[in-house]
Protein backbone atom coordinates (compact mmCIF):
# COMPACT_ATOMS: atom_id res chain seq x y z
CA UNK A 1 0.00 0.00 0.00
CA UNK A 2 1.24 3.67 -0.76
CA UNK A 3 2.69 5.39 2.11
CA UNK A 4 0.70 8.31 1.88
CA UNK A 5 -2.09 7.58 3.84
CA UNK A 6 -2.27 8.57 7.28
CA UNK A 7 -5.34 7.34 9.40
CA UNK A 8 -6.21 3.84 9.41
CA UNK A 9 -10.46 3.06 9.86
CA UNK A 10 -10.90 -0.65 11.09
CA UNK A 11 -14.13 -2.21 10.16
CA UNK A 12 -15.96 -1.43 7.33
CA UNK A 13 -19.54 -1.37 8.88
CA UNK A 14 -21.73 1.77 9.29
CA UNK A 15 -19.55 3.28 11.60
CA UNK A 16 -15.98 3.42 9.98
CA UNK A 17 -17.38 4.27 6.65
CA UNK A 18 -19.07 7.26 8.13
CA UNK A 19 -15.94 8.41 10.04
CA UNK A 20 -14.52 7.79 6.72
CA UNK A 21 -16.18 9.97 4.63
CA UNK A 22 -16.31 12.81 7.41
CA UNK A 23 -12.45 12.84 7.39
CA UNK A 24 -11.53 12.35 3.96
CA UNK A 25 -14.23 15.31 3.34
CA UNK A 26 -11.71 17.22 5.58
CA UNK A 27 -9.00 16.45 3.07
CA UNK A 28 -7.00 13.68 5.43
CA UNK A 29 -5.88 10.61 3.35
CA UNK A 30 -8.12 7.56 4.64
CA UNK A 31 -8.06 3.63 4.43
CA UNK A 32 -10.92 1.46 5.70
CA UNK A 33 -9.30 -1.46 6.47
CA UNK A 34 -12.11 -4.30 6.70
CA UNK A 35 -12.17 -8.08 7.44
CA UNK A 36 -14.28 -9.31 5.08
CA UNK A 37 -16.43 -6.18 2.81
CA UNK A 38 -17.73 -3.35 3.31
CA UNK A 39 -21.12 -3.73 5.01
CA UNK A 40 -21.28 -7.16 5.66
CA UNK A 41 -22.58 -7.46 9.00
CA UNK A 42 -24.71 -5.65 11.78
CA UNK A 43 -24.74 -2.63 9.04
CA UNK A 44 -26.52 -4.33 6.28
CA UNK A 45 -29.01 -6.46 8.81
CA UNK A 46 -30.55 -3.22 10.56
CA UNK A 47 -33.80 -2.32 9.89
CA UNK A 48 -32.65 0.73 9.25
CA UNK A 49 -35.04 2.60 11.68
CA UNK A 50 -34.43 6.52 12.52
CA UNK A 51 -36.06 5.85 16.07
CA UNK A 52 -34.61 7.96 18.03
CA UNK A 53 -37.97 8.89 20.07
CA UNK A 54 -39.19 5.46 19.56
CA UNK A 55 -36.05 3.34 21.14
CA UNK A 56 -34.57 5.82 23.61
CA UNK A 57 -37.03 6.79 26.16
CA UNK A 58 -34.74 9.50 28.80
CA UNK A 59 -32.64 12.53 28.72
CA UNK A 60 -29.33 12.47 28.29
CA UNK A 61 -25.81 12.49 26.00
CA UNK A 62 -27.72 9.44 23.90
CA UNK A 63 -30.83 10.63 23.52
CA UNK A 64 -28.95 14.66 22.79
CA UNK A 65 -26.71 12.43 19.74
CA UNK A 66 -29.67 10.30 18.60
CA UNK A 67 -31.34 13.99 18.03
CA UNK A 68 -28.78 15.76 16.39
CA UNK A 69 -28.12 12.68 14.09
CA UNK A 70 -31.74 12.11 13.25
CA UNK A 71 -31.99 16.00 12.27
CA UNK A 72 -29.19 15.65 9.96
CA UNK A 73 -30.65 12.86 7.38
CA UNK A 74 -32.98 14.96 4.95
CA UNK A 75 -29.65 16.68 4.00
CA UNK A 76 -27.33 13.76 4.31
CA UNK A 77 -29.34 11.84 1.89
CA UNK A 78 -29.04 14.35 -1.17
CA UNK A 79 -25.42 14.95 -0.11
CA UNK A 80 -24.56 11.33 -0.15
CA UNK A 81 -26.48 11.12 -3.81
CA UNK A 82 -24.52 14.14 -5.58
CA UNK A 83 -21.62 12.51 -4.56
CA UNK A 84 -22.10 8.29 -5.39
CA UNK A 85 -25.31 8.31 -7.50
CA UNK A 86 -26.68 5.79 -4.17
CA UNK A 87 -29.69 6.43 -3.31
CA UNK A 88 -30.05 5.63 1.06
CA UNK A 89 -34.31 5.59 0.24
CA UNK A 90 -34.68 8.08 3.38
CA UNK A 91 -38.48 7.79 4.09
CA UNK A 92 -39.75 9.80 6.51
CA UNK A 93 -43.58 9.13 6.84
CA UNK A 94 -43.19 8.99 11.17
CA UNK A 95 -43.86 6.10 13.18
CA UNK A 96 -46.50 4.85 15.52
CA UNK A 97 -45.37 3.25 18.96
CA UNK A 98 -47.90 0.89 20.03
CA UNK A 99 -49.72 0.61 22.94
CA UNK A 100 -51.25 -3.19 23.31
CA UNK A 101 -53.22 -3.21 25.93
CA UNK A 102 -54.76 0.07 28.48
CA UNK A 103 -52.04 -0.64 30.84
CA UNK A 104 -49.32 0.00 28.29
CA UNK A 105 -51.25 2.72 26.88
CA UNK A 106 -50.62 4.67 30.45
CA UNK A 107 -46.72 4.14 29.82
CA UNK A 108 -46.79 5.33 26.34
CA UNK A 109 -48.88 8.54 27.47
CA UNK A 110 -46.51 9.06 30.15
CA UNK A 111 -43.75 9.06 27.36
CA UNK A 112 -45.47 11.54 25.21
CA UNK A 113 -45.32 14.29 27.94
CA UNK A 114 -41.18 13.99 28.17
CA UNK A 115 -40.92 13.06 24.16
CA UNK A 116 -43.33 16.74 23.40
CA UNK A 117 -40.47 19.11 24.70
CA UNK A 118 -38.44 18.10 21.69
CA UNK A 119 -41.01 17.36 19.44
CA UNK A 120 -44.27 19.10 19.98
CA UNK A 121 -45.79 17.53 16.48
CA UNK A 122 -45.92 13.48 18.88
CA UNK A 123 -49.44 12.90 19.60
CA UNK A 124 -51.21 9.90 21.33
CA UNK A 125 -53.97 8.45 18.93
CA UNK A 126 -56.68 6.78 20.50
CA UNK A 127 -57.70 2.84 19.02
CA UNK A 128 -60.49 4.62 16.28
CA UNK A 129 -57.58 7.36 15.69
CA UNK A 130 -55.16 4.85 15.53
CA UNK A 131 -56.28 2.56 13.20
CA UNK A 132 -57.94 5.76 11.16
CA UNK A 133 -53.91 6.26 10.16
CA UNK A 134 -53.25 2.45 10.16
CA UNK A 135 -56.49 0.54 9.11
CA UNK A 136 -54.47 -3.04 8.78
CA UNK A 137 -54.11 -2.34 12.60
CA UNK A 138 -55.17 -5.02 14.79
CA UNK A 139 -58.77 -4.18 16.34
CA UNK A 140 -57.49 -5.66 19.35
CA UNK A 141 -54.54 -2.15 20.11
CA UNK A 142 -55.55 0.12 22.82
CA UNK A 143 -53.73 3.26 20.83
CA UNK A 144 -49.90 4.40 20.16
CA UNK A 145 -47.85 7.33 19.83
CA UNK A 146 -47.69 9.27 16.68
CA UNK A 147 -44.19 10.40 16.26
CA UNK A 148 -43.96 12.17 12.71
CA UNK A 149 -39.92 12.27 12.38
CA UNK A 150 -39.04 8.66 13.54
CA UNK A 151 -38.12 7.51 9.63
CA UNK A 152 -35.82 4.93 8.05
CA UNK A 153 -33.25 4.25 5.86
CA UNK A 154 -32.06 0.99 3.95
CA UNK A 155 -28.96 0.40 6.05
CA UNK A 156 -26.89 -1.28 3.67
CA UNK A 157 -27.25 1.70 1.20
CA UNK A 158 -26.42 4.22 3.55
CA UNK A 159 -23.53 2.59 4.25
CA UNK A 160 -22.08 1.92 0.68
CA UNK A 161 -23.10 5.54 0.15
CA UNK A 162 -20.93 6.62 2.98
CA UNK A 163 -18.04 4.51 2.02
CA UNK A 164 -17.99 5.41 -1.91
CA UNK A 165 -18.36 9.08 -0.83
CA UNK A 166 -15.18 8.38 1.16
CA UNK A 167 -14.03 7.01 -2.28
CA UNK A 168 -14.69 10.57 -3.83
CA UNK A 169 -12.79 12.54 -1.50
CA UNK A 170 -9.94 9.93 -2.00
CA UNK A 171 -9.95 7.20 0.67
CA UNK A 172 -9.01 3.80 -0.44
CA UNK A 173 -11.04 0.31 0.98
CA UNK A 174 -8.98 -2.31 1.67
CA UNK A 175 -10.93 -5.03 1.86
CA UNK A 176 -10.58 -9.08 2.70
CA UNK A 177 -8.19 -7.65 5.68
CA UNK A 178 -8.07 -8.82 9.04
CA UNK A 179 -6.72 -6.34 11.86
CA UNK A 180 -4.67 -8.44 14.29
CA UNK A 181 -3.09 -5.84 16.49
CA UNK A 182 -1.28 -2.81 16.66
CA UNK A 183 1.94 -1.31 16.15
CA UNK A 184 2.99 1.49 18.59
CA UNK A 185 6.59 3.24 19.91
CA UNK A 186 6.84 5.14 22.90
CA UNK A 187 2.90 5.59 23.75
CA UNK A 188 2.23 6.62 20.16
CA UNK A 189 0.36 4.54 17.46
CA UNK A 190 2.70 3.52 14.29
CA UNK A 191 0.22 1.09 12.11
CA UNK A 192 -1.72 -2.30 12.57
CA UNK A 193 -0.39 -5.32 12.27
CA UNK A 194 -3.23 -7.09 9.01
CA UNK A 195 -2.89 -11.02 7.95
CA UNK A 196 -1.54 -9.39 4.67
CA UNK A 197 1.22 -7.72 7.00
CA UNK A 198 1.87 -4.69 8.58
CA UNK A 199 0.55 -1.12 7.61
CA UNK A 200 2.12 2.34 8.75
CA UNK A 201 -0.22 5.37 10.52
CA UNK A 202 0.18 7.88 12.73
CA UNK A 203 -3.73 7.53 13.75
CA UNK A 204 -6.08 4.13 13.64
CA UNK A 205 -10.02 4.11 14.56
CA UNK A 206 -11.14 0.76 15.63
CA UNK A 207 -15.01 0.73 14.38
CA UNK A 208 -15.10 -2.87 14.55
CA UNK A 209 -18.67 -3.09 15.91
CA UNK A 210 -19.65 -6.41 18.31
CA UNK A 211 -15.56 -7.19 17.54
CA UNK A 212 -14.19 -4.57 19.33
CA UNK A 213 -13.37 -6.03 22.76
CA UNK A 214 -11.00 -8.62 20.94
CA UNK A 215 -9.20 -6.09 19.42
CA UNK A 216 -8.53 -3.78 22.05
CA UNK A 217 -7.29 -6.00 24.18
CA UNK A 218 -4.21 -6.34 21.93
CA UNK A 219 -3.84 -2.43 23.17
CA UNK A 220 -3.96 -3.07 26.59
CA UNK A 221 -7.60 -2.30 27.65
CA UNK A 222 -11.13 -3.54 28.38
CA UNK A 223 -13.80 -2.22 26.25
CA UNK A 224 -16.62 -4.24 27.44
CA UNK A 225 -18.65 -4.00 23.79
CA UNK A 226 -20.84 -8.25 23.62
CA UNK A 227 -22.93 -8.97 20.87
CA UNK A 228 -26.76 -9.43 20.83
CA UNK A 229 -28.11 -11.46 17.73
CA UNK A 230 -31.06 -9.86 16.11
CA UNK A 231 -32.63 -12.08 13.67
CA UNK A 232 -35.41 -10.69 10.87
CA UNK A 233 -37.94 -11.60 8.18
CA UNK A 234 -39.71 -9.42 5.44
CA UNK A 235 -42.57 -10.00 3.25
CA UNK A 236 -44.40 -8.31 0.35
CA UNK A 237 -47.97 -7.16 -0.17
CA UNK A 238 -49.57 -7.05 -3.31
CA UNK A 239 -50.72 -3.37 -2.04
CA UNK A 240 -49.22 -1.01 0.01
CA UNK A 241 -50.57 -2.40 3.67
CA UNK A 242 -48.97 0.32 6.23
CA UNK A 243 -47.58 3.58 5.42
CA UNK A 244 -45.62 4.82 8.66
CA UNK A 245 -43.84 1.67 11.10
CA UNK A 246 -45.27 0.25 13.88
CA UNK A 247 -43.57 -0.27 16.58
CA UNK A 248 -44.11 -2.41 19.30
CA UNK A 249 -41.96 -1.41 22.43
CA UNK A 250 -39.14 -3.97 22.03
CA UNK A 251 -41.00 -6.24 21.42
CA UNK A 252 -41.57 -5.98 17.17
CA UNK A 253 -41.33 -3.69 14.39
CA UNK A 254 -42.43 -3.59 10.60
CA UNK A 255 -40.92 -0.98 8.86
CA UNK A 256 -42.51 -0.83 4.72
CA UNK A 257 -39.49 -0.49 2.43
CA UNK A 258 -39.74 1.71 -0.59
CA UNK A 259 -39.02 -1.40 -2.80
CA UNK A 260 -42.73 -3.12 -1.05
CA UNK A 261 -40.86 -5.01 1.27
CA UNK A 262 -41.97 -4.74 4.86
CA UNK A 263 -39.08 -5.51 7.37
CA UNK A 264 -40.57 -7.51 10.55
CA UNK A 265 -37.69 -7.82 13.46
CA UNK A 266 -36.03 -8.03 15.81
CA UNK A 267 -34.78 -11.00 18.39
CA UNK A 268 -32.58 -10.18 21.05
CA UNK A 269 -30.10 -13.27 21.83
CA UNK A 270 -26.83 -12.31 24.18
CA UNK A 271 -23.53 -13.44 23.77
CA UNK A 272 -23.35 -14.95 20.63
CA UNK A 273 -21.60 -14.42 17.18
CA UNK A 274 -23.72 -16.82 15.03
CA UNK A 275 -25.81 -15.42 12.34
CA UNK A 276 -27.92 -18.46 11.60
CA UNK A 277 -31.64 -17.89 11.45
CA UNK A 278 -33.99 -20.32 13.74
CA UNK A 279 -37.38 -21.40 13.74
CA UNK A 280 -37.88 -20.18 16.84
CA UNK A 281 -36.68 -16.51 16.43
CA UNK A 282 -38.65 -16.33 12.89
CA UNK A 283 -41.58 -17.85 14.61
CA UNK A 284 -41.73 -15.53 17.55
CA UNK A 285 -41.78 -12.81 15.13
CA UNK A 286 -44.33 -13.52 13.46
CA UNK A 287 -46.66 -14.67 16.20
CA UNK A 288 -45.93 -10.87 17.49
CA UNK A 289 -46.50 -9.61 14.11
CA UNK A 290 -49.68 -11.21 12.95
CA UNK A 291 -51.07 -9.84 16.04
CA UNK A 292 -50.16 -6.35 15.39
CA UNK A 293 -51.36 -6.92 11.61
CA UNK A 294 -52.92 -9.97 10.73
CA UNK A 295 -52.85 -9.50 7.34
CA UNK A 296 -49.28 -10.07 6.88
CA UNK A 297 -50.47 -13.76 7.54
CA UNK A 298 -51.60 -13.87 4.07
CA UNK A 299 -48.47 -11.77 2.32
CA UNK A 300 -45.87 -13.36 0.20
CA UNK A 301 -42.53 -14.49 2.15
CA UNK A 302 -39.61 -12.81 1.20
CA UNK A 303 -36.33 -13.52 2.83
CA UNK A 304 -34.99 -14.05 6.45
CA UNK A 305 -31.40 -12.52 7.76
CA UNK A 306 -29.65 -11.98 11.16
CA UNK A 307 -26.38 -10.58 12.60
CA UNK A 308 -25.22 -9.00 15.77
CA UNK A 309 -25.11 -5.38 17.44
CA UNK A 310 -22.38 -3.97 19.39
CA UNK A 311 -24.20 -4.06 22.91
CA UNK A 312 -22.09 -2.20 26.01
CA UNK A 313 -22.70 -2.59 29.93
CA UNK A 314 -24.52 0.39 30.26
CA UNK A 315 -26.00 0.52 26.37
CA UNK A 316 -24.04 3.60 25.37
CA UNK A 317 -21.32 3.68 22.68
CA UNK A 318 -17.78 4.19 23.32
CA UNK A 319 -16.07 6.76 21.52
CA UNK A 320 -13.10 8.63 22.58
CA UNK A 321 -8.88 8.66 22.51
CA UNK A 322 -7.11 5.00 23.81
CA UNK A 323 -6.03 6.20 27.69
CA UNK A 324 -2.79 5.67 26.89
CA UNK A 325 -1.71 5.03 23.25
CA UNK A 326 -2.02 8.40 21.73
CA UNK A 327 -3.08 8.10 17.71
CA UNK A 328 -5.45 5.28 18.84
CA UNK A 329 -9.10 5.52 18.61
CA UNK A 330 -12.52 3.85 19.42
CA UNK A 331 -16.30 4.34 17.89
CA UNK A 332 -18.24 0.82 19.16
CA UNK A 333 -21.16 -0.18 20.75
CA UNK A 334 -24.15 1.50 19.19
CA UNK A 335 -26.11 -1.73 19.56
CA UNK A 336 -29.95 -1.10 18.34
CA UNK A 337 -29.08 2.67 16.72
CA UNK A 338 -26.06 2.36 14.71
CA UNK A 339 -27.83 3.50 11.49
CA UNK A 340 -29.59 6.60 13.30
CA UNK A 341 -26.21 7.47 15.30
CA UNK A 342 -23.96 7.04 12.27
CA UNK A 343 -23.82 10.77 10.98
CA UNK A 344 -23.32 12.25 14.45
CA UNK A 345 -20.73 9.84 15.05
CA UNK A 346 -19.03 10.38 11.74
CA UNK A 347 -18.74 13.80 12.67
CA UNK A 348 -17.69 14.10 16.37
CA UNK A 349 -14.95 10.76 15.71
CA UNK A 350 -13.66 12.46 12.60
CA UNK A 351 -13.48 16.56 14.63
CA UNK A 352 -11.76 14.45 17.52
CA UNK A 353 -9.04 12.94 15.38
CA UNK A 354 -8.51 15.78 13.70
CA UNK A 355 -8.08 17.69 16.97
CA UNK A 356 -10.88 19.98 15.92
CA UNK A 357 -13.49 18.68 18.37
CA UNK A 358 -16.04 21.55 18.62
CA UNK A 359 -18.58 19.43 20.93
CA UNK A 360 -16.26 18.08 23.25
CA UNK A 361 -18.85 17.64 26.40
CA UNK A 362 -21.41 15.71 24.17
CA UNK A 363 -18.05 13.39 23.46
CA UNK A 364 -16.85 13.31 26.88
CA UNK A 365 -20.22 11.62 27.87
CA UNK A 366 -19.02 8.55 25.45
CA UNK A 367 -15.27 8.12 26.79
CA UNK A 368 -13.44 4.84 26.76
CA UNK A 369 -12.63 4.11 30.82
CA UNK A 370 -15.93 5.42 32.26
CA UNK A 371 -16.71 1.42 32.89
CA UNK A 372 -13.81 1.39 35.50
CA UNK A 373 -15.07 4.60 37.37
CA UNK A 374 -18.17 3.20 37.46
CA UNK A 375 -16.66 -0.33 39.43
CA UNK A 376 -14.34 1.80 41.95
P1 LIG B 1 -20.73 -3.56 11.88
O1 LIG B 1 -21.70 -3.16 10.85
O2 LIG B 1 -20.88 -4.92 12.46
O3 LIG B 1 -19.31 -3.36 11.23
C1 LIG B 1 -18.13 -3.79 11.86
C2 LIG B 1 -17.19 -4.23 10.76
O4 LIG B 1 -15.89 -4.49 11.30
C3 LIG B 1 -17.63 -5.53 10.09
O5 LIG B 1 -17.77 -5.31 8.71
C4 LIG B 1 -16.52 -6.52 10.40
O6 LIG B 1 -16.27 -7.44 9.35
C5 LIG B 1 -15.34 -5.60 10.61
N1 LIG B 1 -14.28 -6.16 11.46
C6 LIG B 1 -14.42 -6.78 12.66
N2 LIG B 1 -13.21 -7.11 13.15
C7 LIG B 1 -12.29 -6.69 12.26
C8 LIG B 1 -10.86 -6.76 12.20
N3 LIG B 1 -10.14 -7.29 13.20
N4 LIG B 1 -10.23 -6.24 11.11
C9 LIG B 1 -10.94 -5.67 10.10
N5 LIG B 1 -12.30 -5.58 10.10
C10 LIG B 1 -12.97 -6.09 11.17
N6 LIG B 1 -29.77 0.43 14.11
C11 LIG B 1 -30.57 1.48 13.80
O7 LIG B 1 -30.16 2.63 13.95
N7 LIG B 1 -31.83 1.28 13.34
C12 LIG B 1 -32.36 0.03 13.17
O8 LIG B 1 -33.50 -0.11 12.74
C13 LIG B 1 -31.57 -1.08 13.50
N8 LIG B 1 -32.06 -2.33 13.35
C14 LIG B 1 -31.26 -3.40 13.62
C15 LIG B 1 -31.76 -4.68 13.40
C16 LIG B 1 -30.95 -5.78 13.58
C17 LIG B 1 -31.50 -7.17 13.34
C18 LIG B 1 -29.59 -5.60 13.98
C19 LIG B 1 -28.68 -6.79 14.16
C20 LIG B 1 -29.09 -4.32 14.22
C21 LIG B 1 -29.93 -3.21 14.06
N9 LIG B 1 -29.47 -1.90 14.28
C22 LIG B 1 -30.24 -0.83 13.97
C23 LIG B 1 -28.16 -1.67 14.89
C24 LIG B 1 -27.10 -1.35 13.83
O9 LIG B 1 -27.18 -2.30 12.80
C25 LIG B 1 -25.71 -1.37 14.47
O10 LIG B 1 -25.68 -0.54 15.62
C26 LIG B 1 -24.65 -0.85 13.49
O11 LIG B 1 -24.78 -1.48 12.25
C27 LIG B 1 -23.26 -1.06 14.03
O12 LIG B 1 -22.35 -0.63 13.04
P2 LIG B 1 -20.80 -0.94 13.16
O13 LIG B 1 -20.15 -0.31 12.00
O14 LIG B 1 -20.34 -0.56 14.53
O15 LIG B 1 -20.71 -2.53 13.12
N1 LIG C 1 -33.24 -0.97 16.38
C1 LIG C 1 -33.84 -2.19 16.06
C2 LIG C 1 -33.08 -3.38 16.42
O1 LIG C 1 -31.95 -3.29 16.84
O2 LIG C 1 -33.60 -4.46 16.29
Known amino acids: MEKSFDVAIIGGGIIGSSIAYQLAKK ?10 RVA ?3 SSAAAGMLAAQAELEQDGPLFQLALKSQAMFSTLASELFEYTGIDIEYENKGMVKI ?5 IALEVKKQITFQKKWDPTITWLDASEVRLLEPSLSPSVAGG ?15 QAFAKAAEHFGAKICEDTEVLSFVYEN ?5 VTTSKGVIHFEQV ?6 WAAKLMQESGIDIPVYPVK ?5 IRTERPIINTTIFSDKRCYLVPKRNGEIYIGATMIENTFDTKVTPEGIATLIERATQLVPQIKEAAWERVWAGVRPQTGDGIPYMGEHPSLRGLFVATGHFRNGILLSPMTGELVADLVSGR ?4 ELLSAFHLERHKEKVS
Open 27 to 36: GRKVVIIEKE
Open 40 to 42: CQA
Open 99 to 103: AETEE
Open 145 to 159: MYLPHDGHVQPAKLT
Open 187 to 191: GQVKG
Open 205 to 210: VVATGA
Open 230 to 234: GECFS
Open 357 to 360: LLDQ
